[in-house]
């Protein structure tokens, strides 16, 4: 039973009508008011009928105002309902066949392998056709309206063969928002968006694609086949009341503004609901090296937070120290000139707050990280080149090895006071800004200090090897101060009871 429509007024009736496919699978769409949801149309070869129930439920044949979109195999077709005029047609490019289609009142979405098609139905005209080249061939499709607005699309919910995996594109662009595998050895058949209490979620029918082997009886292949099925449907039914109760929800978000590949907005999304003091700027992720694995989060702190961390630091400036190989304990050094110290882990509600950014940015637990410490850098001030990794077993005891630093630039600095590494294996002079460097920023990959900008760097590989491409070190400030503050993560939980300056 196809759902129509109400009848819409004259001046907009072009823009509302019935949708009958001769090909494909077609998605059932609620109707907008279930009182017109009477109607039922049917294609013959070269013949449409359109019948209605009447008031002792039987069917008979009627006519409607508006318009139906007829799907062959190559075209879409806009027909009069009362004429059988054809008021508009579109003909498949380089002589595709449409295998899958879905509609409703004002869209028209359809795929052939791996070829989507996009069309718009208005004003008596088919139209807004857009083409989006898919990884893999669909195998299913729905447009089935979710959200706000209950008579337009908003995303389309695309199954796929080869790789068994569905996809949530964005409408009217057709851009891809989300990915997601189904399971192994299966795929989506059928799929419908849909809504339980307010709720919005994804209901899959599925089916299971297993390789036999040929001596099996075809007996066995269909007993085998029909429990999967019923597991699978069982399984179905389970998932729709756990999402129906509120239990939990598929992740369906249109990411309006953001690339799907670009991770800044999966880290902002993170980030824009926690606390914090002042607007930070423009917040985005720029991905500096794989060896070692060096990322730059551009607007991570805000101007307030810089200056809070720097305030509270200054009362217990003292010279800043290494630690001895030998002992693990800390020593004087000509290699690092700085001032710093130390601020307690959790000290106040604006240090929870960037410690709880960090874990989001990284992954890594708070309570991994050793206390903030803020440095200072005057002009000929340097840290020569290091590794923030342990060698010693007096430090690795406390939660382990060191295994990431975030390191955030609190001022900028007129010249000098990058952060190099030397052992990175790529490009150096490939950096956009590599002429604006010093002497001692163009020896490696070498990061500006920009205030509210903050950079993580791994100083172990993802098989827990440590990296020594994570060697690394400050630049002397020519001109200028500078002020950081380091973020030290270890592979277990870690312990610190000093306070302040300590």
Same mark, same amino acid.
């Given at each position: 039973?196809?759902?129509?429509?109400?009848?819409?007024?004259?001046?907009?009736?072009?823009?509302?009508?019935?949708?009958?496919?001769?090909?494909?699978?077609?998605?059932?769409?609620?109707?907008?008011?279930?009182?017109?949801?009477?109607?039922?149309?049917?294609?013959?070869?070269?013949?449409?009928?359109?019948? #209605?129930?009447?008031?002792?439920?039987?069917?008979?044949?009627?006519?409607?105002?508006?318009?139906?979109?007829?799907?062959?195999?190559?075209?879409?077709?806009?027909?009069?309902?009362?004429?059988?005029?054809?008021?508009?047609?579109?003909?498949?490019?380089?002589?595709?066949?449409?295998?899958?289609?879905?509609?409703? #009142?004002?869209?028209?979405?359809?795929?052939?392998?791996?070829?989507?098609?996009?069309?718009?139905?208005?004003?008596?005209?088919?139209?807004?056709?857009?083409?989006?080249?898919?990884?893999?061939?669909?195998?299913?499709?729905?447009?089935?309206?979710?959200?706000?607005?209950?008579?337009?699309?908003?995303?389309?919910?695309?199954?796929?063969?080869?790789?068994?995996?569905?996809?949530?594109?964005?409408?009217?662009?057709?851009?891809?928002?989300?990915?997601?595998?189904?399971?192994?050895?299966?795929?989506?058949?059928?799929?419908?968006?849909?809504?339980?209490?307010?709720?919005?979620?994804?209901?899959?029918?599925?089916? #299971?694609?297993?390789?036999?082997?040929?001596?099996?009886?075809?007996?066995?292949?269909?007993?085998?086949?029909?429990?999967?099925?019923?597991?699978?449907?069982?399984?179905?039914?389970?998932?729709?009341?756990?999402?129906?109760?509120?239990?939990?929800?598929?992740?369906?978000?249109?990411?309006?503004?953001?690339?799907?590949?670009?991770? +800044?907005?999966?880290?902002?999304?993170?980030?824009?609901?926690?606390?914090?003091?002042?607007?930070?700027?423009?917040?985005?992720?720029?991905?500096?090296?794989?060896?070692?694995?060096?990322?730059?989060?551009?607007?991570?702190?805000?101007?307030?937070?810089?200056?809070?961390?720097? +305030?509270?630091?200054?009362?217990?400036?003292?010279?800043?120290?290494?630690?001895?190989?030998?002992?693990?304990?800390?020593?004087?050094?000509?290699?690092?000139?700085?001032?710093?110290?130390?601020?307690?882990?959790?000290?106040?509600?604006?240090?929870?707050?960037?410690?709880?950014?960090?874990?989001?940015?990284?992954?890594?637990?708070?309570? $991994?990280?050793?206390?903030?410490?803020?440095?200072?850098?005057?002009?000929?001030?340097?840290?020569?080149?290091?590794?923030?990794?342990?060698?010693?077993?007096?430090?690795?005891?406390?939660?382990?090895?060191?295994?990431?630093?975030?390191?955030?630039?609190?001022?900028?600095?007129?010249?000098?006071?990058?952060?190099?590494?030397?052992?990175?294996?790529?490009?150096?002079?490939?950096?956009?800004?590599?002429?604006?460097?010093?002497?001692?920023?163009?020896?490696?990959?070498?990061?500006?200090?920009?205030?509210?900008?903050?950079?993580?760097?791994?100083?172990? %590989?993802?098989?827990?090897?440590?990296?020594?491409?994570?060697?690394?070190?400050?630049?002397?400030?020519? %001109?200028?101060?500078?002020?950081?503050?380091?973020?030290?993560? $270890?592979?277990?939980?870690?312990?610190?009871?000093?306070?302040?300056?300590?």
């Amino acid at each position: 039973m196809t759902k129509a429509p109400p009848l819409p007024p004259p001046m907009t009736k072009a823009k509302n009508g019935l949708h009958n496919p001769s090909a494909g699978n077609l998605s059932r769409e609620k109707a907008i008011d279930e009182a017109s949801d009477t109607f039922l149309v049917v294609s013959f070869i070269g013949e449409t009928r359109i019948f #209605a129930m009447n008031r002792v439920d039987e069917l008979e044949e009627t006519e409607i105002k508006g318009f139906l979109s007829e799907v062959t195999s190559s075209s879409v077709r806009l027909v009069s309902s009362e004429t059988r005029e054809l008021l508009s047609n579109w003909d498949a490019p380089d002589g595709l066949n449409l295998n899958i289609v879905t509609a409703n #009142a004002r869209l028209v979405l359809l795929a052939s392998k791996d070829n989507l098609f996009y069309l718009e139905v208005g004003d008596g005209e088919l139209k807004g056709m857009r083409r989006t080249q898919l990884d893999n061939p669909a195998s299913c499709l729905d447009i089935n309206p979710i959200g706000a607005y209950p008579s337009c699309s908003e995303l389309a919910l695309v199954g796929k063969w080869t790789d068994n995996s569905m996809e949530i594109r964005k409408l009217p662009d057709v851009t891809l928002v989300i990915k997601r595998k189904i399971g192994e050895n299966v795929n989506a058949r059928s799929v419908l968006l849909c809504a339980f209490q307010g709720l919005s979620g994804v209901s899959l029918a599925v089916m #299971a694609m297993k390789l036999r082997q040929s001596q099996r009886s075809q007996a066995r292949k269909w007993s085998t086949l029909m429990l999967v099925l019923l597991m699978l449907f069982m399984l179905t039914i389970v998932l729709l009341m756990l999402l129906s109760f509120g239990v939990f929800s598929l992740p369906i978000d249109t990411f309006d503004e953001y690339s799907p590949t670009d991770l +800044s907005s999966f880290r902002r999304a993170a980030t824009e609901r926690s606390e914090g003091i002042g607007k930070r700027g423009d917040q985005w992720t720029e991905i500096l090296s794989w060896e070692p694995r060096a990322f730059l989060y551009h607007g991570f702190l805000s101007k307030e937070e810089c200056e809070y961390l720097i +305030s509270l630091a200054k009362p217990y400036m003292v010279k800043s120290t290494v630690v001895d190989s030998q002992t693990g304990k800390s020593k004087d050094s000509r290699v690092r000139t700085s001032s710093g110290t130390f601020l307690r882990r959790g000290r106040d509600k604006v240090i929870k707050t960037i410690e709880k950014r960090i874990a989001d940015y990284t992954f890594i637990p708070a309570d $991994h990280g050793e206390g903030l410490q803020v440095l200072h850098y005057e002009e000929g001030q340097k840290y020569e080149p290091h590794y923030d990794y342990f060698v010693d077993e007096f430090n690795t005891k406390n939660g382990g090895q060191r295994m990431a630093t975030m390191l955030m630039y609190l001022s900028d600095v007129e010249e000098g006071g990058e952060t190099v590494f030397p052992a990175a294996n790529m490009n150096f002079s490939s950096v956009p800004w590599y002429n604006e460097l010093s002497e001692c920023g163009k020896k490696g990959l070498s990061v500006k200090p920009r205030m509210g900008d903050a950079l993580l760097f791994w100083s172990m %590989r993802p098989d827990a090897t440590l990296d020594p491409s994570s060697l690394h070190g400050g630049c002397p400030v020519i %001109r200028g101060n500078k002020w950081s503050s380091t973020k030290w993560m $270890h592979v277990g939980e870690t312990i610190y009871c000093f306070m302040d300056g300590g």
